[in-house]
């Protein structure tokens, strides 16, 4: 599948690793990409570290990467805040030390407290975050400086479950506000994943993900196609219950996908193919026959996608309820 791509993007959270830990398949699907020469970027919405730093840790992985291949909300916050802003303005930072690092490489400076008469407060994702910072962003907003959040992830992947994302804490301000950030940088927003295909030239990108909610939903609002992998947040109850704006083009247990036609699937099918019938139910969708699981999962898509069926899902054969299984609708 990845032959028809001249640049691949990747999210990293969920995708190439889970906190500080790769995945199982990606340092070698990673390095099988680099080996043919193809291109390669990273796109995320972790604002907790630099480019430099994002670069380092993958390639203490055994992924070889360069800080020029890293796109950052981090780093994309303090550029846009440098095109808004006056040289050398304050701009109070809500987050880690790579966000305070971002605004200062691109002439402004980090503030933090409202008395210092902020031009504009960024927020992103930091784990040391707490009320003081969250108060003292309040009060900046409600004298009048613009709110720049890097991103709106509600949660980070873990190996012991989602956490808070920097969503949850942009929650904080709008329950305390009563209104949104007045600009969200990173994804679902497009411009991480069209700043990353400029870099193509005429070629194809894909973009691969395992949110449906922010790598997908910014994929399709940037005009990309995109795959799914299913080692992160998003499972296969949210893929079928995924508006029209959040539908991937491909879906794949995981990152072998890329390479092995037989791991990843097309989305929608048909609901009569690969061996399996679906029909909707009052209840839901109805599984029947026999063939590959991933199969099953563009058959099951192509019924939830075009009617109004109930989550459920059911097996009518002991091959459809291993399928089941296999994709995670089995309790």
């Not at 193809?38 to 990467?65: H, I, K, Q, W």
């Not at 400076?109 to 003081?132: I, L």
């Not at 709106?152 to 942009?170: A, E, I, Q, Y």
């Amino acid at each position: 599948m990845v032959d028809g791509y001249a640049l691949v993007v990747f999210d990293l959270d969920g995708v190439i690793y889970l906190i500080d830990r790769p995945i199982p398949g990606a340092v070698e699907a990673v390095g099988r990409l680099h080996a043919e020469g193809r291109a390669v970027a990273y796109a995320t919405n972790n604002a907790s570290r630099r480019s430099s730093e994002v670069a380092d840790l993958l390639t203490g992985m055994g992924v070889a990467a360069r800080p020029e291949e890293v796109l950052t909300s981090a780093a994309a916050t303090a550029e846009l805040l440098r095109d808004r802003l006056p040289a050398g303005s304050a701009v109070l930072v809500v987050g880690a030390e790579a966000l305070r690092a971002e605004v200062r490489a691109v002439g402004l400076r980090p503030v933090a407290t409202a008395d210092e008469a902020p031009a504009a407060v960024a927020q992103g994702y930091g784990p040391q975050v707490g009320w003081a910072e969250l108060a003292e962003a309040s009060l900046a907003v409600r004298a009048g400086a613009p709110w720049y959040a890097t991103n709106t992830d509600r949660t980070l992947p873990s190996p012991r479950g989602p956490l808070p994302g920097n969503g949850s804490l942009v929650a904080v301000l709008r329950t305390a506000l009563d209104r949104d950030p007045d600009v969200v940088v990173g994804k679902p927003e497009p411009a991480l994943f069209t700043t990353a295909a400029r870099r193509a030239g005429s070629g194809r990108t894909l973009v691969v993900g395992d949110r449906l909610d922010t790598d997908i939903e910014g994929a399709v609002r940037a005009g990309l196609d995109c795959l799914l992998v299913l080692t992160g947040v998003s499972d296969v109850p949210e893929l079928l219950a995924a508006p029209a704006g959040r539908r991937p083009t491909y879906a794949s247990l995981d990152l072998a996908g890329l390479f092995d036609p037989t791991a990843v699937v097309r989305v929608p099918g048909a609901a009569d193919a690969g061996g399996w019938s679906v029909t909707a139910t009052g209840d839901g969708l109805l599984l029947d026959g026999a063939g590959h699981p991933l199969d099953a999962l563009a058959a099951l898509c192509a019924v939830a996608w075009s009617a109004d069926a109930g989550a459920q899902v059911r097996a009518a054969s002991p091959a459809a309820g291993e399928a089941l299984a296999v994709l995670g609708l089995v309790d």
